[in-house]
Structures are given as C-alpha cells and as structure tokens.
C-alpha cells in the first residue's frame, strides 16, 4: 500500500492506494506527524510514500516519513519519471501539472492527451501519443478573474462564481457573471479545438477544485477525474521503486 501526500499552495490532501485503486482521499489545512500514527495503525500494510510540495515543510515531517516508512522519495525536478519530459526549464515546472501529466498517461498511455486543471489558475497541459510530455498553458482561474476585475477598476463590485446561463447580462453584476463564466468556457473550448488541429483523436481531461463548473457547459467531450494528481504521484512512486 502506498502513502500520497500533496503539499499545495492553499490545502493539503492525502490519498492511500493500494495496488493502484486510490482507497481514501482526505483534504486537509496541514500534514501533521500525529497523521502518520493514525494512519499506519489504520493500514498496516503502507510501506511506500511519496511527498510532493510546493511550499516549505517541517523537517521533521520529512525524517518522520523516512523513519516510518520503508521506501520514501520527495518529488522534484530529478525525480525519475514513466514519461519523457520535454519541458526546458524542469526546475520551474509546477509538481502538480508533471503529476497530473504522469496521471493521463496512467490512464490512456500511448495517447495524446490534453489536462485541463481547473484550480487558482487554468492551466493546460499536453502529452503526445510518444508519451512525452510536452508543455503547456498557464491562464487565471475563475475566482482570480473576478478579483482582478475588482481590484484594478474603481467602481465595479468583487463578484463571486454563481450560476449563470445567459449569454450576457443587464446588470452589473450579471455582466461580470456573463463576462467571466462565459469568458472561461469560449477559452477553454477554442483551446480544446485548437490542440485538436495538432493533435489526432485527442483525449481530454479536466481536474481541480472547479472542474464540476464546466458540466454541460462546453460543446467538446472530456473527462473528469478529480484525484488524477493524486493517481501521477502514486504511479511516479510506483515507477521509482520498480527501477
């Protein structure tokens, strides 16, 4: 069984495979040490963990989990990975966009398949049918659009997602509403058609805390697969302790 820890900028989650089937995910504010005593006494069998963040920890986080575990790695930009990675600065590249990159390939190997994370930001990210990974997009989300509307104008309101299906509005608030929710699924649909001119039978999968937004709003076919970060690490340790 294996132990997967996702640091982010705003939450922490958690996941427990075992033999590939993710069998909890559990969200939480912060990673704490007594998380480990309650977890090996839950599941005896956890042997391999994998920590990826993208924020500073504890070290003594890190030295508990090599104490307690048999096999411990620490995703970074030299961790060996099941796909090729193209990306020119390795360094930079966010651990969840070459997490949920690892995750579509565990799904469709030998497709291309374009990831959509619906987060804080859109970001866009491409695997070709070679299995490479290639790059991607960066785009703001729902929420840093509606701030930013509010924070660089002088009068118009901080407007927050809500349901909204009208091509456009006739107030204010409706506008925003009309004009960012609209906004985000036109972008997203023209860049699902423009990777289709490049990339044959291509595969689509959106994840992240806003991918329920996009349900019966876009005119392309997709998947939804919200653990698919969680699904690339397990895959990445799994792949680490096989060589």
């Known amino acids: 069984m294996n132990l997967v820890i996702d640091i982010g900028n705003t939450r922490t989650k958690f996941s427990v ?9 559990v969200p939480l504010n912060e990673f704490l040490l007594q998380h480990i005593d309650v977890l090996k006494n839950e599941h005896p069998s956890l042997e391999k963990v994998i920590l990826s963040s993208v924020k500073d920890y504890s070290p003594e986080l890190k030295e508990a989990l090599q104490e307690n575990f048999k096999y411990f790695i620490e995703l970074n930009a030299n961790t060996p990975l099941p796909i ?21 390939f565990d799904l469709y190997p030998d497709s291309n398949v374009l990831i959509i994370d619906a987060g804080t930001a859109i970001t866009y990210d491409i695997i070709n049918e070679k ?45 925003i509403l009309a004009g960012v929710q609209n906004g985000l699924v036109f972008e997203v649909d023209k860049a699902i058609d423009t990777f289709k001119e490049f990339y044959n039978n291509l595969k689509v999968i959106i994840t992240g805390g806003n991918a329920e937004f996009f349900d019966k709003k876009l005119k392309n076919s997709f998947f939804v697969h919200f653990n698919l970060i969680a699904m690339g690490l397990n895959r990445i340790l799994e792949y680490n302790g096989e060589i």
């Open 131 to 175: 299995n490479q990974y290639l790059g991607g997009n960066i785009s703001p989300g729902l929420e840093m659009r509606f701030k930013a509307l509010h924070h660089f104008t002088g009068k118009l309101p901080l407007v927050k997602q809500n349901k909204f299906d009208k091509l456009y509005g006739n107030t204010t608030e409706n506008a």
């Open 17 to 25: 495979f075992n033999k590939g089937e993710v069998l909890i995910t």
């Open 84 to 104: 090729e990675n193209c990306y020119d600065s390795k360094e930079t590249l966010g651990k969840d966009r070459i997490a949920a990159a690892v995750g579509a």
